[in-house]
């Protein structure tokens, strides 16, 4: 049986979505974007990929955020993407913002990886091939090198956007000071750095405390907000223990560590005080990050088109009265 074309639905706009600036730009992104770190790799059923990436931009996820090295294996989520892209999401590219990165390790050898014109600039020739695209929306700087100039790697990105295959750059997980030297640079060359992309959740707060959130404000960026469910610690997966299926049980990148009784004590906790709201964990952790006018969006992961679904309803209520505010920052304390 041959699958239908793929018509996107007529009430995308209409069903809940809602849209953020970035920062003082022209850029307008959903509040809850798609994430292809995982579940979307070659060792994922590509008909599977196909349905969450429908259904996300069904219901006005607009925005996909990728980068060279999700899988696994390297490349593949990307290339998963293409494949749809070509085969259903092209008729609504103008539609779509895309993003990706380079920085983290690629391939062997010494210009696989960091931050030097060389791997930034190999690494989106290979991205864009393996997404069927011309350009990107954004693209990162997956992270600070701190033995190749930083001039280097920002007037790389400023020649990338000049030629034309990204319209935008972006930075991620740099440190205060760097960020800060990197904001005025792109700015002075009329390339500024619109996205600014950091671990932040209830469980972890450095962008916070280190003055990024600040300083990003201040400098007219956008903030996104990646593990926002803490890699599935702030879901109901983990709050009686560690489940033989869970990622913690198969090794990944969240270990069993990271579950700490004082850990499980909050997560137990914050489980209760959403429970009072309405919601669920994961719904109250998103809310609570959105709650914040100046946090773009939030990516969420995808296993299912069911989790995704579960995802967007944190959109239903995201105020938080000042007594609930105290009490979470009593529980998290």
């Not at 390297?74 to 779509?96: C, H, N, V, W």
Request: aromatic letters at 10%; glycine letters at 8%; one cysteine or more.
């Amino acid at each position: 049986m041959i699958a239908p074309v793929y018509v996107a639905a007529e009430n995308r706009y209409d069903c809940g979505m809602q849209y953020r600036r970035a920062g003082r730009s022209g850029v307008m992104l959903p509040a809850i974007s798609l994430g292809l770190w995982h579940n979307f790799g070659d060792v994922d059923a590509l008909s599977l990929s196909r349905k969450k990436l429908h259904y996300a931009f069904d219901h006005g996820i607009t925005h996909f955020d990728l980068a060279n090295n999700y899988g696994p294996s390297y490349g593949s989520a990307e290339e998963t993407f293409g494949q749809i892209m070509k085969s259903s999401l092209a008729p609504y590219r103008d539609e779509l913002f895309i993003s990706t990165k380079a920085g983290h390790d690629m391939w062997p050898g010494p210009y696989g990886n960091w931050g030097s014109r060389k791997h930034l600039m190999a690494s989106l020739e290979q991205s864009l091939k393996r997404m069927n695209l011309e350009y990107v929306d954004v693209f990162y700087s997956h992270r600070y090198d701190p033995e190749t100039p930083l001039e280097e790697t920002l007037q790389t990105l400023v020649d990338i956007v000049h030629q034309g295959k990204a319209l935008y750059v972006g930075l991620s997980k740099y440190p205060l000071e760097a960020y800060l030297f990197a904001s005025r640079f792109l700015k002075e060359r009329d390339v500024p750095c619109l996205l600014y992309q950091g671990r932040y959740s209830m469980l972890v707060r450095e962008p916070e405390s280190q003055g990024i959130l600040q300083a990003v404000r201040e400098n007219g960026a956008g903030f996104v907000a990646f593990s926002p469910l803490a890699q599935g610690l702030l879901t109901n997966r983990y709050l009686h223990g560690i489940p033989e299926d869970s990622r913690i049980a198969r090794g990944g990148f969240l270990k069993k560590e990271a579950l700490t009784p004082e850990v499980l004590r909050k997560i137990q906790a914050l489980n209760e005080h959403a429970r009072l709201r309405g919601q669920s964990l994961a719904e109250m952790a998103l809310a609570w990050l959105l709650k914040d006018a100046s946090i773009t969006s939030v990516l969420v992961g995808a296993s299912s088109v069911e989790q995704l679904g579960d995802s967007l309803k944190a959109l239903d209520n995201l105020s938080f009265e000042e007594e609930e505010l105290q009490r979470i920052e009593e529980i998290l304390a």
